[in-house]
């Protein structure tokens, strides 16, 4: 029930808190920029500074950033659990979730049970701590 309840939220633009591997997180859709703009206010966070991207599974990320070589072999040993990884995004995102002038963006599988079973339903989410 609660990850439901999650899914609709985060669908109509709310940010939703979720468990994670290191800290507890907020979480929203990371194309919709009134979201980006309400997580942005919530957390009085200084315009422009980036938020990562948590995914699901290595196949998941590679669905919004670029992870080959050596970025690849770094998940496929690390994820999940607390490895960030600065990539390219394969999509376009909303603002100031990853660096839009250095075309980048952080993501993670984070080894939580209950973040990846939001994340396989939600896909990737933008996540900062709570």
């Known amino acids: 029930m609660t990850v439901e309840l999650a899914l609709e939220a985060v669908g109509q633009g709310e940010i939703v808190g979720m ?6 997180g907020l979480a929203i859709d990371p194309f919709n920029q009134e ?20 995914a699901a599974s290595r196949e998941q990320a590679e669905t919004i950033g670029e992870i080959t070589g050596a ?17 390219t995004p394969r999509v376009i995102l909303s603002d100031w979730v ?5 075309r980048t963006v952080g993501v993670r599988v ?6 990846i079973e939001l994340l396989e339903h939600s896909g990737p989410l ?3 701590s709570a």
């Not at 468990?19 to 507890?24: E, H, L, S």
């Not at 990853?98 to 250095?102: L, P």
């Not at 984070?110 to 973040?115: E, G, I, L, M, T």
């Open 35 to 54: 979201a980006v703009q309400k997580l942005y206010v919530l957390k009085g966070r200084p315009a422009g500074k980036p938020v990562g991207l948590l």
């Open 71 to 87: 970025a690849r072999d770094l998940a496929d040993r690390h994820w999940p659990g607390a490895l960030t990884l600065v990539v």
């Open 126 to 128: 933008a996540v900062t």
């Open 98 to 102: 990853g660096d839009a002038q250095r």
């Open 110 to 115: 984070p080894d939580h049970p209950v973040a």
């Open 19 to 24: 468990p994670t591997d290191t800290v507890y």
